[in-house]
């Protein structure tokens, strides 16, 4: 392009000097501050009409769009567009490789498992009384601390495991009388991980109240219990109730393992998506 320019430039001065008139159409030209010579933008445009023919460019910065990957849909396409969709064909590969099975685990105890999105429930019955667990994986990962290498230890077999210790909610109806019994239920952070080390419970209870069993929505009039200033003893006698129903720390492990696994699935899906949204 500079080459074009030093001859448009070359060849106007020797045209100028002869007095012959410019060979650029009249209408390309701004009047200059005497009234009758070419303005400097009159000439930039020309010279700008004269290469974009010539290379078939348009405006400069116009590069930066993707020509030739268009789908039709009429959106923006550019080149960190681009780099993004390459970026997620990636990751997508290896959060499959790392997939540890394509199908979500199954609980012990004979419970139904329900998905709707990121919620899932779990139902099982027993002698006159129906069992529901519901949780939601978003905002289930705890975050977790960064640790700094030990030396000779590469930095990715450092990194934490991701798992999901979602908040679930225990509902127990009694069929005879259609009473609602519910448990709001979480993981504390210090319990998370310890396994067998000792008998001390992976989940705890923080709200019971009893809530209508035939509507969706609880009714904020209904007395909640808050367990952090309850009696030892009646909070016991709560975990025990729980157990003869199956929430136990063998469902508490599961249920993560459960969660962990649903919440990687959907992740894998998002980008999938998120990949498909880029690219358009």
Excluded at 7 to 24: D, E, K
Excluded at 87 to 108: A, G, N, R, V, Y
Excluded at 174 to 193: A, I, M, R, T, W
């Amino acid at each position: 392009m500079l080459r074009l320019l030093s001859r448009v430039v070359s060849s106007y001065s020797r045209l100028g000097s002869r007095a012959v008139p410019p060979p650029f159409p009249s209408t390309l030209w701004a009047e200059g501050a005497s009234g009758g010579t070419p303005g400097i933008r009159g000439l930039t445009r020309s010279m700008w009409l004269l290469c974009s023919s010539a290379s078939g460019r348009g405006p400069l910065g116009s590069s930066r769009l993707l020509n030739g990957l268009s789908c039709g849909c009429g959106a923006l396409h550019t080149e960190g567009d681009k780099a993004f969709a390459e970026f997620l064909t990636d990751e997508i590969k290896e959060e499959k490789k790392i997939q540890k099975s394509s199908t979500l685990p199954k609980m012990s105890g004979g419970w139904e498992i329900g998905l709707n999105g990121t919620e899932a429930k779990l139902v099982r019955k027993v002698d006159g009384e129906k069992v529901a667990v519901s949780f939601n994986i978003n905002n289930s990962i705890p975050p977790t601390m960064e640790e700094e290498p030990q030396e000779g230890q590469k930095g990715a077999e450092n990194e934490p495991e991701i798992i999901s210790t979602p908040n679930f909610v225990v509902e127990v109806t009694k069929l005879s009388n259609n009473q609602n019994l519910v448990f709001d239920c979480h993981y504390p952070e210090d319990e998370v991980g310890r396994g067998d080390e000792d008998d001390s419970d992976i989940f705890a209870i923080r709200e019971v109240s009893f809530q209508p069993a035939a509507e969706d929505d609880w009714k904020d009039t209904s007395y909640t219990l808050n367990t952090d200033s309850l009696d030892w003893a009646l909070y016991d006698h709560l975990m025990d109730f729980l157990a003869d129903r199956g929430i136990d720390n063998t469902f508490a492990d599961e249920l993560v393992e459960l969660s962990t696994a649903l919440e990687h699935q959907e992740y894998i899906k998002f980008l999938e998506n998120l990949n498909s949204f880029i690219k358009c």
